[in-house]
Structures are given as structure tokens and as C-alpha cells.
């Protein structure tokens, strides 16, 4: 049987003795790599057992607990603030940085209703038109206007310019019998002549618009109503049927625009949580508590090793014997470990979540009311 080499019971770390290099160049981890090192092996039986493990495997250890460590921690970032970081730049991470929460997407889900409502929104809103023909009633927007102008492309009418002077322009209509009795009034005083059918005496908003509506529905029972009918977002009627060429205008949108969830092709943009500029965390800034979770995970993980080492032979020999290897123990040890560890990280993380932060918050503003309120009140006496 080969020999198997073991821990000689010292190290001196140099640069490029881990496999990836994540944390060479840092002065903590240059430092305590070493320490770790000493700490597993002394934990795992050295001197008084021999330890199948050289400085390379315990280093390897230490470079993967804090990858780890940072890996579940990200990602509680990550999932914190995913809403706050999507559309963001990638160009710059994120460690060590405060990330101050926004509304931004919760707006940009918002801006959709704003979309319908004519408010606002992602979609861009387009005025188009169509030629009205003296006597022709009857009009195809898909044949006269979107084939031409959208390539084809489906539209949606948001808006029809086809309708009556606006009731204010006709504030003293004689049929409607609208009319203030203050005009002759005011006039007496040299206002009359600065503005044709106005009012110098400052009104409610609400005596306005009655009168306004007065003069509207005056219109559409006496006068002839200018309506339209619009069928399955393409036929157009108009009423009453035009009795001279103009243009008709309208507003709409186009539906290949809105329901296109691609609203921004730039590959520089952070869209899910793939893409989130984390990188590895800085040794140099984890407090004591994660380092010791860090140097417990690279004690189960050099366990690990330690158990596939040893599982590879069935024993070992020693001067006038063999031993039998505990490779299986070890094994089991390391794994129970490590779920612990992770699920000891988990819970701490999930702890510090903002909503746990404020439902924490909560609970010690109510504790301290009910304490003042069992606080005796004093009576003062004048």
C-alpha cells in the first residue's frame, strides 16, 4: 500500500494556493488562512491522529465556506430588492453598497392601467387620420388608414376628434336660455367691452358646469348631434353624414406595441436575478459572527475530504498493525454539519428581510405602549 500523506502540523500560505484565487490578494485571508488551517486539523485529532489532509485541502475549504457564505447571502439581497434592481445598470456590483428600496417597478406595473386610461403610461400614444368624403357615411380604418400607415399592424382607437364646439365657447347659446342677468350690470362699470359672454363675478365651479351642461344637452335635443359609431375597433359610421371633404382625426395605439413585453433591448440591463452585479463578498468586511460560521463550514467541509481520503482504503497501515478507517462516521458527521450551518445561515438571513425588520419593529412600538400605559398617571394639585 502507498504511503499517504498527511498533515505535517504547520502551513504557510502563499498566493495562488487556492483553486480559484477569489480571496488571495486579501490581507485577512492571507492571515488567517493559515489559522484555519491549524484549526481544522487540531479539531479533526491532530497530533494525536494522523490527518490525511495537506495545507492545499484545508485552503480549498476556507476559499469554498466563504463563497458559500456569500453565495446565500446575495441571495437574500437579491431576492430583497429584485424589484429595486431590475432595469438597472450591470456595470457596477453591488457589494458593500447601501441599496436604498424605490417604487420604480411598481410604477412601471402601474403605467400599464396609466396606458388605458389615457393617462400615461409605456405605450406611446399616435394620431393618425383619415379622409372624410362629402356624403359617405360609412368608413374602414383597417382598409383607409392602417394598412398604409402601420405596415398592417392592429390598432386601437383610443380617441375620435369628431364632436361639437365645446359648450364653453357657447356660453350665452339664446335657445338654451343660460344667460347670468349680471352682464347688463357689469357693463355699467366699463367691463362689458373687454371679453364677449362673460362673467366678472367670480361664480362656484359648480354654476359654471350646470350651465354648461344646460347648453350641451340644449344641443344634442334641439341642433343636430355630431356622433359616430365605432364596430370591432375598424368601422367607422358617422353621424350626421358629412357635407364637405375633411380630415377626421383620432388617437390610438398599436397592439403588437402593448403586448410586446420586450421593452428594452439593451443587454447592459439587469432582468433577473441572474444578472444582479454581485460578486464574491471582501474577506477583509465579514464580521466576526460570519467568520465563524465561515471557519465551521470549512471545518465540515475538510471533514468531508477527510472521509472520501479515508474511504479509499479500508484500512491503513500502522507500525506492526493496521487501523481500520472511520471514513462512513465521517461522512455522516460533515453532511449533517453542513445542513445545519446552512440552515443556521438561512434562518439568520431570512430574520434580517425587511418585512421581519418591520414586523419586529411593530411588535416593540406596541410592547412599549402597553408598558407606558401601566405607567401610573400623577395628579396634580394647583
Given at each position: 500500500m502507498a504511503d499517504i500523506p498527511i498533515w505535517p502540523g504547520s502551513s504557510s500560505f502563499t498566493t495562488g494556493s487556492t483553486p480559484f484565487g477569489f480571496y488571495d490578494s486579501d490581507t485577512q485571508f492571507q492571515t488567517d488562512a493559515d489559522k484555519v488551517a491549524d484549526w481544522c486539523a487540531r479539531r479533526l485529532g491532530?497530533?494525536?491522529?494522523?490527518?490525511?489532509?495537506?495545507?492545499?485541502?484545508?485552503?480549498?475549504?476556507?476559499?469554498?465556506?466563504?463563497?458559500?457564505?456569500?453565495?446565500?447571502?446575495?441571495?437574500?439581497?437579491?431576492?430583497?430588492?429584485?424589484?429595486?434592481?431590475?432595469?438597472?445598470?450591470?456595470?457596477?456590483?453591488?457589494?458593500?453598497?447601501?441599496?436604498q428600496p424605490n417604487l420604480g417597478n411598481t410604477i412601471a406595473i402601474a403605467e400599464q392601467y396609466g396606458t388605458e386610461a389615457g393617462s400615461g403610461g409605456s405605450i406611446n400614444y399616435k394620431t393618425g387620420?383619415?379622409?372624410?368624403?362629402?356624403?359617405?357615411?360609412?368608413?374602414?380604418?383597417?382598409?383607409?388608414?392602417?394598412?398604409?400607415?402601420?405596415?398592417?399592424?392592429?390598432?386601437?382607437?383610443?380617441?375620435?376628434?369628431?364632436?361639437?364646439?365645446?359648450?364653453?365657447?357657447?356660453y350665452f347659446d339664446p335657445y338654451a336660455g343660460t344667460g347670468t342677468g349680471i352682464q347688463s350690470l357689469m357693463q355699467t362699470f366699463g367691463f362689458g367691452n373687454m371679453s364677449p359672454g362673460v362673467n366678472f363675478m367670480l361664480m362656484p365651479i359648480s354654476y359654471d358646469l350646470q350651465k354648461m351642461q344646460a347648453i350641451?344637452?340644449?344641443?344634442?335635443?334641439?341642433?343636430?348631434?355630431?356622433?359616430?359609431?365605432?364596430?370591432?375597433?375598424?368601422?367607422?359610421?358617422?353621424?350626421?353624414?358629412?357635407?364637405?371633404?375633411?380630415?377626421?382625426?383620432?388617437?390610438?395605439?398599436?397592439?403588437?406595441?402593448?403586448?410586446?413585453?420586450?421593452?428594452?433591448?439593451?443587454?447592459?440591463?439587469?432582468?433577473?436575478?441572474?444578472?444582479?452585479?454581485?460578486?464574491?463578498?471582501?474577506?477583509?468586511?465579514?464580521?466576526?459572527?460570519?467568520?465563524?460560521?465561515?471557519?465551521?463550514?470549512?471545518?465540515?467541509?475538510?471533514?468531508?475530504?477527510?472521509?472520501?481520503?479515508?474511504?479509499?482504503?479500508?484500512?491503513?497501515?500502522?507500525?506492526?498493525s493496521e487501523v481500520t478507517t472511520n471514513a462512513s462516521e465521517l461522512r455522516s458527521e460533515a453532511q449533517s454539519d453542513k445542513q445545519s450551518l446552512i440552515e443556521e445561515l438561512k434562518l439568520m438571513l431570512e430574520e434580517s428581510m425587511r418585512h421581519k425588520y418591520l414586523e419586529r419593529q411593530n411588535q416593540s412600538s406596541n410592547f412599549t405602549q402597553d408598558t407606558l400605559a401601566k405607567v401610573p398617571w400623577p395628579i396634580y394639585i394647583y
Open positions: 491532530y497530533p494525536i491522529t494522523d490527518i490525511e489532509l495537506q495545507d492545499l485541502n484545508f485552503y480549498t475549504a476556507f476559499e469554498e465556506a466563504i463563497t458559500t457564505y456569500g453565495q446565500y447571502l446575495y441571495q437574500y439581497e437579491i431576492l430583497e430588492n429584485i424589484g429595486t434592481f431590475e432595469g438597472n445598470s450591470t456595470g457596477s456590483a453591488f457589494n458593500n453598497q447601501y441599496v387620420s383619415i379622409d372624410l368624403i362629402a356624403g359617405q357615411q360609412n368608413y374602414s380604418l383597417s382598409a383607409s388608414f392602417t394598412a398604409v400607415s402601420e405596415s398592417g399592424n392592429h390598432i386601437e382607437i383610443k380617441k375620435i376628434y369628431y364632436e361639437a364646439t365645446p359648450a364653453i365657447v357657447r350641451e344637452l340644449n344641443d344634442q335635443v334641439r341642433k343636430s348631434a355630431f356622433s359616430f359609431q365605432l364596430y370591432n375597433n375598424d368601422f367607422l359610421r358617422i353621424f350626421p353624414i358629412p357635407t364637405r371633404n375633411y380630415k377626421l382625426y383620432f388617437d390610438y395605439i398599436v397592439k403588437e406595441e402593448r403586448n410586446n413585453p420586450i421593452k428594452n433591448t439593451n443587454p447592459g440591463l439587469i432582468t433577473d436575478v441572474s444578472n444582479v452585479p454581485y460578486n464574491n463578498p471582501t474577506y477583509l468586511y465579514i464580521n466576526a459572527p460570519g467568520r465563524q460560521w465561515i471557519f465551521r463550514y470549512a471545518l465540515a467541509l475538510a471533514k468531508e475530504m477527510l472521509a472520501n481520503v479515508r474511504g479509499k482504503y479500508s484500512s491503513i497501515p500502522i507500525p506492526g
